[in-house]
């Protein structure tokens, strides 16, 4: 663990500085062979050769959308760790993954909208109704919230959600060929407007974040102790989940469902940095933009000439991790 | 008068409380007047009685094809799928102690379609054609169930054994594991083979015929039978851990087999209709609501609404959109879940 606070401030830079050569790796690594001296000419003397137009329209709105999805999930599953005192909980987990991909594949196959602005609304607010039903289930009963309850509010709002997906899938076979890829979580041929019109909203997002991680200290040692310190819980809570909402909302919106990232990101940066969530969340932002970036390049190469969509590959990354995390044990 | 008639049958033994009976008998009623309804509803329409008259055998030639070679397989399986999945769900929030658990949350479902949609991929040849009988698709979908079942369990498992909150949670990383993997097989395999697969994983007993349902059968009635033997050693479970092992339960083990009769009812009813959502958790739920949560009539009752719900479901689903043929898992899903919500913020407001 990283003690002194100028270590952690080293830590982050070269956190951002191994984002810039993973962005790099990003553009110049894949089936087509790119050169650095390439990607220079591709912006300063475009010929509208294929490796230029590759890199200029495939390569970097990908390592782009990779980096900054990556970082918004994995900062919204520290947000929500943070919320629930639940070490299991994630945009995947709790089924907030899945209900934005619910809204936005309704859209797309019963309204057929494809408009990037409307799926977007569409994705936030599947986002927003699972935050709602699930926050709801898991606090019903007397005991309160409790991490197995919510877990499994989450579980099965999530098996909610995918089972509707599939069913609406059934009905409309022209809507599974469009959307299955995308479905299956991928950084692959998205173009640079969806990144552009999310930003925003993942800027906003990763801000407040790191604003609220005092309040997330505070509420990380148990409602009692945070009520008793003045703090106004059920606000952090509130203002937390609308970021979750903003952040797993729009990475939904541009990369479809990836799993795995938010719930294993936060504990790697729990692990190098401590308790601290003012440090965990740039942490997790960083590494999970690292994380989605090298899932991405991996993404290329198990099946040459095709890819794997790259939630399957944090899903090969992040199970070990999480069986590990579960078989740890949480606090009933 | 005793509210109760004891039964006791050698080593077993048990109460049987008179109101449960007599719900018993009547769901029961019920399931049977659903099924010769939906076996005269259709394309070709039969009255209840022309039903009942070609079921023993004495209708005309034309309704008797339709009702006994057409209709009844496919009917008789959603009961016998909707039973299967109610069980495993009821075995399973047993163990497990919270009304949320059911097959399709700890990936036994998932594991099902892995292998289903794996079959389906890897078998096929160029033209779509399956390279194998797909008479082996059951087989399939009962493994992939089966092992998720086990690995659930053994990663669960440490040196004390297992807890319910460790099976809950990694049935359900596991669970998002297979799910990534059955995408990432259909994405791989032609739009064919993924629509199919796709309709297989929503649910559907289209196309049933009595072949299936004579397999089916046998696997779920000695499922059903340890489970009956099991019943009291599920209520010892629900004490908890300590309590479960003061009352001289034999708790791990008993965990054990009862996860497995769970896999094994679930596994069942997935292989041949695929994997219709939501029963496993709704019908033990709306079972407890009814008789209470002693399982010596929980498990009857939660089998007997489970069968319910999805011959209902199959009712609607090729009837109420005809000529289009909708997978009764999606009904199961679309109206079952959000009453399930309701239900559940019911309960739990109290």
């Known amino acids: 663990m990283i003690k002194s606070s100028w270590t952690k401030w080293i830590g982050l830079i070269i956190g951002v500085l191994l984002i810039i050569v993973f962005m790099w790796a990003s553009v110049i690594l894949g089936l087509t062979k790119i050169s650095t001296q390439m990607v220079f000419d591709s912006f300063y003397q475009f010929d509208g050769s294929n490796e230029h137009i590759i890199i200029q329209d495939t390569r970097i709105p990908r390592a782009l959308i990779a980096g900054a999805v990556g970082a918004s999930l994995a900062i919204a599953g520290a ?3 943070g919320l629930t005192n639940n070490p299991l909980a994630s945009p995947s987990v709790f089924g907030v993954n899945a209900g934005a991909s619910f809204l936005v594949v309704v859209g797309i196959s019963f309204f057929g909208i494809t408009s990037l602005g409307t799926l977007k609304w569409l994705a936030f607010l599947g986002a927003l109704i699972t935050v709602v039903i699930v926050y709801v289930l898991g606090s019903l009963g007397r005991d309160g919230i409790t991490p197995i309850k919510l877990t499994l509010a989450g579980a099965a709002i999530a098996a909610l959600f995918s089972s509707l997906t599939q069913g609406v899938l059934t009905l409309n076979e022209q809507a599974l060929d469009q959307v299955l890829f995308w479905l299956a979580g991928s950084v692959q041929g998205r173009e640079l407007e969806l990144l552009t019109s999310v930003f925003p909203y993942f800027l906003t997002g990763w801000l407040c974040a790191i604003i609220i991680g005092r309040q997330m200290n505070v509420l990380s040692m148990g409602d009692d102790v945070a009520k008793g310190l003045g703090q106004r819980t059920l606000l952090v809570r509130i203002f937390g989940a609308v970021l979750v909402i903003l952040l797993a909302g729009g990475a939904v919106a541009v990369a479809g469902p990836i799993g795995f990232i938010g719930i294993v990101i936060p504990h790697i940066a729990r692990w190098l940095v401590g308790i601290d969530y003012r440090w965990i969340i740039p942490y997790s932002g960083v590494l999970g933009a690292l994380l ?7 993404a290329r190469y198990i099946i040459m000439p095709s890819e794997v969509p790259v939630g399957v590959m944090t899903a090969f990354i992040g199970t070990p991790f999480f069986i590990y995390i579960a078989r740890r044990g949480i606090n009933e | 008068m005793s509210k109760y008639i004891p039964v006791r049958l050698g080593k077993i033994s048990f109460l049987l409380e008179k109101r449960s009976l007599v719900l018993f008998v009547s769901l029961f009623v019920l399931m049977a007047i659903l ?4 076996l005269g509803l259709g394309q070709m329409k039969i009255s209840p009685l022309n039903v009942v008259r070609s079921i023993l055998g004495i209708g005309t030639e ?10 009844m397989p496919r009917i008789l399986m959603a009961a016998i799928a909707g039973i299967g999945l109610a069980l495993s769900g009821a075995i399973l929030q047993g163990i497990i102690r919270n009304p ?3 097959p399709d949350i700890i990936g036994i479902t998932g594991g099902a379609a ?19 009988s797909i008479s082996w698709l059951p087989l399939a979908s009962l493994s992939g169930a089966i092992i998720m079942g086990l ?3 053994f990663l669960a498992w440490n040196k004390q054994g297992i807890t319910p909150i460790r099976l809950v949670l990694i049935g359900v990383g596991l669970s998002a594991t297979v799910q990534a993997l059955t995408t990432m097989t259909m994405l791989l395999g032609p739009i064919f083979t993924a629509s199919r697969a796709n309709i297989w994983i929503t649910g559907s007993v289209n196309g049933t015929n009595w072949s299936e349902v004579v397999t089916v059968i046998p696997w779920m009635m000695v499922s059903i039978l340890i489970l009956f033997i099991f019943t009291r050693r599920l209520n010892i479970q629900e004490l908890g851990e300590e309590l479960a092992t003061n009352a001289g339960g034999l708790v791990q083990k008993d965990r054990f087999v009862l996860l497995l009769l769970s896999t094994a009812l679930a596994g069942g009813a997935v292989a041949f209709a695929g994997g219709i959502g939501f029963v496993g958790l709704m019908a033990p739920h709306m079972a407890r609501k009814l008789v209470g949560s002693a399982f010596g009539v929980l498990l009857p009752v939660s089998g007997l609404i489970g069968g319910i719900i999805v011959l209902l479901a199959d009712l609607i689903a090729r009837t109420a959109f005809a000529p289009l043929e909708v997978p009764a898992g999606v009904l199961t899903s679309a109206i079952g879940a959000p009453y399930f919500i309701y239900l559940l913020y019911q309960s739990g407001k109290k």
Do not use: P
């Open chain 2, 35 to 38: 099924i010769v309804i939906s």
């Open chain 2, 114 to 132: 892995f292998t289903t949609v794996g079959f389906l991929a890897w078998f096929s040849d160029r033209s779509n054609t399956l390279t194998v």
């Open chain 2, 100 to 102: 949320l658990a059911s």
């Open chain 1, 79 to 81: 947000i929500m760790q």
């Open chain 2, 62 to 71: 034309m309704e008797q094809l339709v009702v006994l070679s057409f209709r």
């Open chain 1, 292 to 298: 989605l970036l090298f899932a991405d390049i991996g």
């Open chain 2, 151 to 153: 690995l659930v369990y």
